[in-house]
């Protein structure tokens, strides 16, 4: 045996075939327009994100001013519902004296008074009511005549 028929095979390596420039200008003109497309979706993005931001922060500012109107209303319906109590406590108050007053009058024109006379003035209005309720009256309320 010679050592011709022990030799390993020689290795063949095949060389990848050489690119074509058919096959290269797609591939670089699909990672142009990616690119591009890609370019265009975050310059999106960061429009869309400044305009919630801008958004969030008009927002806030017209929570802020209702907030702050809110605060302004429920201070002077307070101020005004402590100037109603105060004023209704005063007019209790006044009545309340008043009605003393006329109390006071009253037991004063009583004792003056004597108390037959009192009983006396009460009696007349008395009859004179029961009089009047046996005179005839026509249908108008006149008194018929006889």
Same mark, same amino acid.
């Given at each position: 045996?010679?050592?011709?028929?022990?030799?390993?095979?020689? @290795?063949?390596?095949? %060389?990848?075939?050489?690119? %074509?420039? #058919? %096959? &290269?200008?797609?591939?670089?003109?699909?990672?142009?327009? $990616?690119? +591009? =497309?890609?370019? +265009?979706?975050?310059?999106?993005?960061?429009?869309?994100?400044?305009? $919630?931001?801008?958004?969030?922060?008009?927002? !806030? !500012?017209? &929570?802020?001013?209702?907030?702050?109107?809110?605060? *302004?209303?429920?201070?002077?319906?307070? #101020? *005004?519902?402590?100037?109603?109590? =105060? !004023?209704?406590?005063?007019?209790?108050?006044?009545?309340?004296?008043? /009605?003393?007053?006329? @109390?006071?009058?009253?037991?004063?024109?009583? $004792?003056?008074?004597?108390?037959?006379?009192?009983?006396?003035?009460? +009696?007349?209005? &008395? #009859?004179? +009511?029961?009089? /009047?309720? #046996?005179?005839?009256?026509?249908? !108008?309320?006149?008194?018929?005549?006889?």
């Amino acid at each position: 045996m010679s050592t011709s028929e022990y030799a390993p095979p020689a @290795a063949t390596f095949t %060389n990848p075939p050489p690119a %074509n420039k #058919e %096959n &290269v200008t797609p591939i670089s003109s699909k990672i142009t327009e $990616l690119s +591009e =497309s890609r370019q +265009e979706l975050l310059n999106r993005m960061k429009n869309l994100k400044q305009d $919630l931001q801008s958004w969030r922060s008009k927002l !806030d !500012d017209q &929570v802020k001013v209702y907030r702050d109107e809110l605060s *302004e209303l429920k201070k002077s319906l307070s #101020e *005004e519902t402590e100037k109603l109590r =105060s !004023d209704f406590q005063e007019l209790r108050t006044t009545l309340q004296q008043q /009605q003393d007053d006329v @109390a006071a009058s009253l037991k004063g024109l009583s $004792l003056q008074d004597s108390p037959a006379e009192a009983k006396e003035a009460e +009696e007349p209005e &008395v #009859e004179k +009511e029961e009089r /009047q309720d #046996e005179t005839p009256t026509d249908e !108008d309320g006149k008194v018929a005549e006889n």
